[in-house]
């Protein structure tokens, strides 16, 4: 029986050891195992913030409220609260918050709002810190959801409180929010993937989307766009240990799980449709004119360089935040840029993918969860969903404001309805999920997939090794 | 008065034994301090990384006690072994040539033919007072495919740009040369030091002989300097082990393409800060940690033997 022991355990274990070291003394045993923590505490607060937040309230966010979001039923419990509510964010997910902040003080007056701005990394390793050291996380904040599961046991569920609101947010946010039975977070965006590329340059090399509809096309067309640029421009760039398109390919191939199957039990990257997809990929990477390994990555600077030189035509690999990257820093593309959906495996095949929304959790060393949760849910409802939206393009998650803005065209799309398709891609997509070990998974997956695809190992060999390495660090079948 | 005076000489031995006590104590509780901290932020994160490192520990989850497991886990890694390779590769790439140039360095700045010494040793220095951070950003910044300097003048020239952040080997050369940059003057501050402490006398009885500079250079300073290389060696060594912040900012905790850049101290803080496998991680830690006490002890026999 394999025995269980929490940080504290380790601390008294260690303090022991090094007393025993030292005095010669004996060291203490390792008290029982215990679960960690805080039933007593989430049970302190989630009822009352529940009831608080009840129906009556997500009944007064109606979507034609727009700016008048303001929960109708003032919560009780968070106005029995009061000190500094801390935030943290990164961004693109702080955004929203910080258009709700003075909504918030004018309703809870004790409560006072301080919102610290880290970089992504920054976020989730100081939010583990704070878990782990038992004091000093803040009252919420935003993380990617695909390390959801690495935090959970420090995090609060929110499920009573959030449950109103479920139906007003579209698949899978419920499900990516969710683990094990309890539910952490809602999500201030959706994530489909598409290609973003440049019309007005595939008009000029004479590349029509109608015609791209597998990887295959998408391959084909490369060498057209380099022999009529004379090999100035590519058609597309791509990594080699591009983990994103594996991922792509996975959920085209019927594997919602990316690398791992529904139970989160096995691996499944050595599966025979995956190494179907993962031969699909091999044509696309030696293709004609392809710009090969971009320093950064997809989303690196030397890429969005790269776009807005014109050198590169497409982002093909582009998630629902990349509206974001394109309208911030080339402004002056506006209305040449279309989005178009991802190519399949095979002709007829799925066109869809997702990535990896932001979620906002509520850790359970937070004093302040009610109020955390009212702040969370101003922002991610009705105007600050909106706010959000306006500040950073980024795809709603918030179903209402989906609805509004899926009729409108957008210009810096050239008249495209952008948010009309990436929700039709969203909505053929099944309900993703980002099992434990992800994050490795990822970086295995890049690893044997440039070995792959430079040619070291055969798409069944790479895949094989990348299952049994991941088997074997994440402890799955 | 006569009451307290009679209290004292009843009190007189207790007294003396406090005092003797005292005596004894007080040398211990003035240095406590010292061993009060190193218990805390020495000892105990060290005895605790061990025990850590035989658990399944991921920060947030109870973990189970694993025995072995993660040593045996990550004897079987590729990406363990690449990233010693890859340690392995800047070890001999930067310490022999950064002691070599310290060394060359200091001895011209110990010289009193050189005009503003001071200025000059300045300015070797200043790389070192350099945020680290800020190094891994001007080199990335110099060798950028797009925006690189370097690159810029490749295409003045009529030269093709070429992917310097992307290719193995010259990714692992431009470690290497970020941190001869970086680390050069300090270690020659260190052999300024030690060339200081070499008498005088020594250089003139051999110029009386007849010996040329260069002589002298070999003969004397070299031997006399032994134990100062021995020492610069050593640091250098763990330092290039413990490389962390030039390879993460230039090419990420991944290492970039093909791993080509993964060291060992960036593999150490994916396993802990990513992944969260602290139990794992302090495995690596503890293996890391044999590995340079064995090179530290080679390279202390071989400098005891050539100096024998």
């Known amino acids: 029986m394999v025995k269980r022991i929490t940080r504290r355990q380790f601390l008294r274990l260690s303090a022991g050891a090094t007393a025993g070291a030292v005095l010669a003394a004996c060291g203490s045993e390792p008290a029982a195992p215990t679960v960690p923590t805080a039933p007593a505490a989430m049970g302190a607060t989630a009822p009352a913030a529940g009831g608080a937040t009840a129906p009556a309230a997500g009944g007064a966010i109606a979507p034609t409220a727009g700016g008048a979001t303001a929960p109708t039923a003032a919560p009780a419990a968070a106005s029995g609260e009061s000190g500094t509510l801390t935030v943290w964010g990164f961004e693109g997910t702080y955004e929203g918050i910080e258009s709700q902040v003075d909504a918030f003080t004018k309703q809870f007056p004790n409560v006072k709002v301080d919102i610290k701005k880290f970089g992504y990394d920054d976020t989730h390793t100081n939010l583990l810190n704070a878990i782990v050291a038992g004091t000093g996380a803040p009252d919420l904040v935003g993380i990617d959801v695909l390390r959801l599961t690495q935090y959970v046991d420090g995090l609060t569920d929110l499920s009573e409180q959030a449950k109103p609101y479920f139906d007003q947010f579209v698949p899978p946010i419920v499900s990516l929010g969710s683990y094990k039975g309890k539910f952490y977070g809602l999500a201030t965006d959706s994530e489909p993937v598409g290609v973003f590329y440049r019309k007005d340059l595939w008009d000029q090399y004479s590349v029509q989307e109608e015609k791209i509809e597998t990887w295959a096309d998408l391959a084909n067309a490369s060498g057209q766009v380099h022999d009529a640029s004379q090999g100035k421009v590519s058609l597309y760039a791509m990594n080699a240990n591009d983990f994103n398109l594996f991922e792509v390919l996975a959920v085209e191939q019927g594997f919602p799980g990316y690398y791992f199957n529904k139970d989160d039990t096995q691996v499944i990257v050595d599966d025979p449709k995956m190494v179907e997809a993962v031969n699909a990929l091999k044509p696309l990477w030696g293709a004609k004119g392809v710009l090969q390994n971009v320093n950064g990555g997809a989303y690196g600077d030397e890429m969005t360089a790269a776009l807005k030189s014109g050198k590169v035509t497409a982002q093909i690999i582009g998630a629902a935040w990349y509206p974001s990257t394109l309208t911030q820093n080339m402004p002056e593309l506006s209305g040449k840029w279309r989005l178009m959906r991802v190519p399949a495996v095979k002709k007829g095949g799925p066109r869809i993918g997702y990535q990896y929304p932001t979620v906002w959790v509520i850790p359970q060393q937070s004093t302040l969860k009610s109020s955390a949760w009212e702040l969370a849910h101003m922002s991610l409802i009705g105007d600050g969903a909106r706010r959000l939206y306006e500040k950073t393009k980024i795809l709603p998650a918030y179903k209402p404001l989906l609805d509004e803005l899926q009729t409108k065209s957008d210009d810096y799309f050239g008249g495209q309805k952008l948010v009309e398709l990436s929700r039709a891609i969203a909505k053929d997509t099944p309900d993703v999920f980002f099992g434990t070990g992800f994050t490795e998974a990822q970086e295995i997956m890049g690893n044997h997939l440039q070995e792959i695809l430079n040619g070291q190992k055969s798409a069944e060999d790479g895949l094989r090794a990348a299952a049994q390495e991941m088997r074997e660090k994440l402890k799955k079948g | ?308």
């Open chain 2, 1 to 308: 008065m006569a009451p307290t005076a009679q209290l004292t000489q009843a009190q007189r031995p207790a007294v003396r034994r406090r005092e003797r006590w005292w005596r004894i104590a007080a040398p211990y509780v003035f240095i406590s301090p010292f061993y009060i901290l190193f218990l805390a932020f020495g000892l105990l994160p060290i005895v605790f990384s061990l025990v850590v490192s035989l658990y399944d520990w991921r920060g947030t989850t109870p973990g189970g006690f694993v025995g072995m497991q993660n040593y045996q886990v990550l004897l079987r890694d590729p990406t363990f072994y690449k990233s010693l390779l890859n340690t392995t590769y800047v070890w001999i790439g930067s310490v022999p040539p950064m002691i070599l140039l310290a060394l060359v360095f200091a001895a011209i700045l110990n010289s009193r033919f050189v005009r503003f010494r001071n200025l000059f040793r300045t300015v070797y220095f200043l790389p070192v007072v350099t945020s680290l951070v800020i190094t891994g950003l001007v080199f990335g910044q110099l060798f950028s495919m797009s925006f690189g300097l370097v690159n810029s003048a490749l295409e003045a020239l009529g030269l093709p740009a070429f992917n310097w952040l992307n290719d193995p080997t010259w990714m692992k050369i431009i470690l290497v040369l970020a941190l001869l940059w970086r680390w050069t003057g300090n270690d020659m501050v260190i052999m300024l030091a030690g060339l200081q402490s070499i008498p005088n006398d020594l250089y003139e009885a051999a110029r009386v002989d007849g010996a040329t500079d260069v002589q002298s250079f070999w003969h004397i300073t070299i031997p006399l300097m032994r134990p100062v290389i021995l020492f610069d060696a050593i640091i250098s060594t763990i330092g290039t082990f413990n490389l962390f912040a030039e390879p993460y900012v230039l090419f990420g905790q991944g290492g970039a393409m093909n791993q080509a850049a993964v060291v060992t101290g960036t593999f150490l803080y994916q396993n802990s800060f990513r992944y969260f496998k602290f139990g794992y991680a302090s495995a690596i830690a503890w293996v890391l940690a044999a590995i340079i006490l064995a090179l530290s002890m080679l390279q202390l026999k071989l400098g005891s033997r050539e100096a024998a």
